[in-house]
């Protein structure tokens, strides 16, 4: 994600909060798609989080994963082994929380 490099003016709004609430998730810590969104002011814009990521660059987007704690195939590959090194178990495709739930956990 974040392959193409976009000027910060040539950001939309949503992008630009987008950009702000994913910069803010702490290292060991994710958020799903849809609670990136809501946070940025978009409820149910989950689809608009994972364009918005695949525009910006710089960001951790390896700390946001689908709402029922898995990783998408297409990036799954890179994404959980940063998560990983964060300290984040992921068990094949799913992030696992302590106590074998299989949760985003939240910041």
């Known amino acids: 994600m974040g392959h193409a490099r976009v000027d910060a003016k040539n950001l939309s709004a949503f ?3 987008v950009k702000r609430v994913v910069a803010q998730i702490p290292k ?3 958020l799903a798609y849809g609670e990136v969104a809501l946070l940025a002011g978009r409820p149910g814009g989950a689809r608009a989080v994972v364009r918005a ?5 710089g960001l951790p987007w390896w700390r946001v994963v689908r709402a029922d704690g898995t ?22 495709r799913r992030i696992v929380r302590r ?3 299989a ?3 939240r910041p």
């Open 53 to 57: 990521l695949n525009r910006l660059s």
């Open 99 to 101: 106590g074998g739930g």
């Open 15 to 17: 992008e630009r909060a």
């Open 71 to 92: 990783l998408a195939p297409e990036v799954v590959r890179r994404q959980a082994p940063k998560l990983r090194a964060e300290g984040v178990r992921v068990d094949g």
């Open 103 to 105: 949760k985003a956990r």
């Open 28 to 30: 060991g810590t994710v």
